[in-house]
């Protein structure tokens, strides 16, 4: 059956497939953990409310754009409540604070991806090394050499091919959580400068925001 030859290969590995399987249950805990991150993050997104928003910030109407980022999960309108919120100090370094907060979740863990795709081959390249030793040190003895080298060199083929597959495993997720990470900065940033140059247009018709936010109390 499969499992007994996946249990087979895993003990002719060596005693250095525990480590490298320690660290394939880290990998799979950690992209999960991303991968539901950002999907609840998705769940949360409301491009309607979002353009509500501008809609409201441009003409002036700070009560409505208030109201829809008031108590809600939606990370932009969130954003634009909190900058809103310290209009009357600064609602760009508000918004940015903010904006810089979110990125910080997006990138937590990131770092165990990024360490395990170096550490999984190391780990490989460590058995190969190990079954290498091993297997050249029955070389002197002409009835067991052949065969004690022979495991010796596919502990050592094992145990590399596993490390590199982890690391496979986890390259690929973690580019494209980088690129997700970028595409959410990007993201904040354009939502951030745009509400900035609509709070100036509506500043132009007479419409204070300062003065709105100056009668809220921070939360």
């Keep these: 059956m499969l499992s007994n030859i996946v249990v087979e290969t895993f003990i002719e590995g060596g005693w250095v497939m525990w480590p490298i399987l320690a660290t394939f249950f880290l990998a799979l805990c950690v992209i999960l953990d991303r991968a539901v991150w950002w999907l609840r993050l998705q769940a949360r997104l409301q491009p309607d409310k979002q353009e509500q928003a501008r809609v409201a ?14 108590n809600t999960r939606e990370p932009f309108l969130a954003n634009l409540n909190e900058g809103m919120t310290h209009a009357h100090t600064s609602m760009l370094a508000a918004m940015q604070l903010h904006a810089t907060h979110l990125i910080e979740k997006s990138e937590a863990r990131m770092w165990v991806i990024s360490t395990l795709i170096t550490l999984a081959p190391l780990l490989g390249l460590f058995g190969t090394v190990v079954g290498i030793m091993s297997a050249f040190s029955f070389v002197g003895d002409e009835q067991l050499a052949a065969s004690k080298v022979s495991g010796g060199i596919g502990e050592a083929l094992i145990a590399t091919a596993c490390g590199i597959a982890i690391a496979i495993l986890c390259l690929l997720p973690y ?45």
């Design 57 to 70: 910030i441009g003409t002036g109407d700070f009560a409505t754009a208030w109201e829809l980022g008031k």
């Design 175 to 219: 580019n494209f959580f980088r690129k997700r990470v970028a595409v959410l900065r990007g993201s904040l940033e354009r939502w951030i400068n745009h509400t900035e140059l609509l709070v100036k247009s509506a500043k132009e018709h007479g419409h204070d925001l300062e003065a709105f936010a100056a009668n809220r109390t921070p939360r």
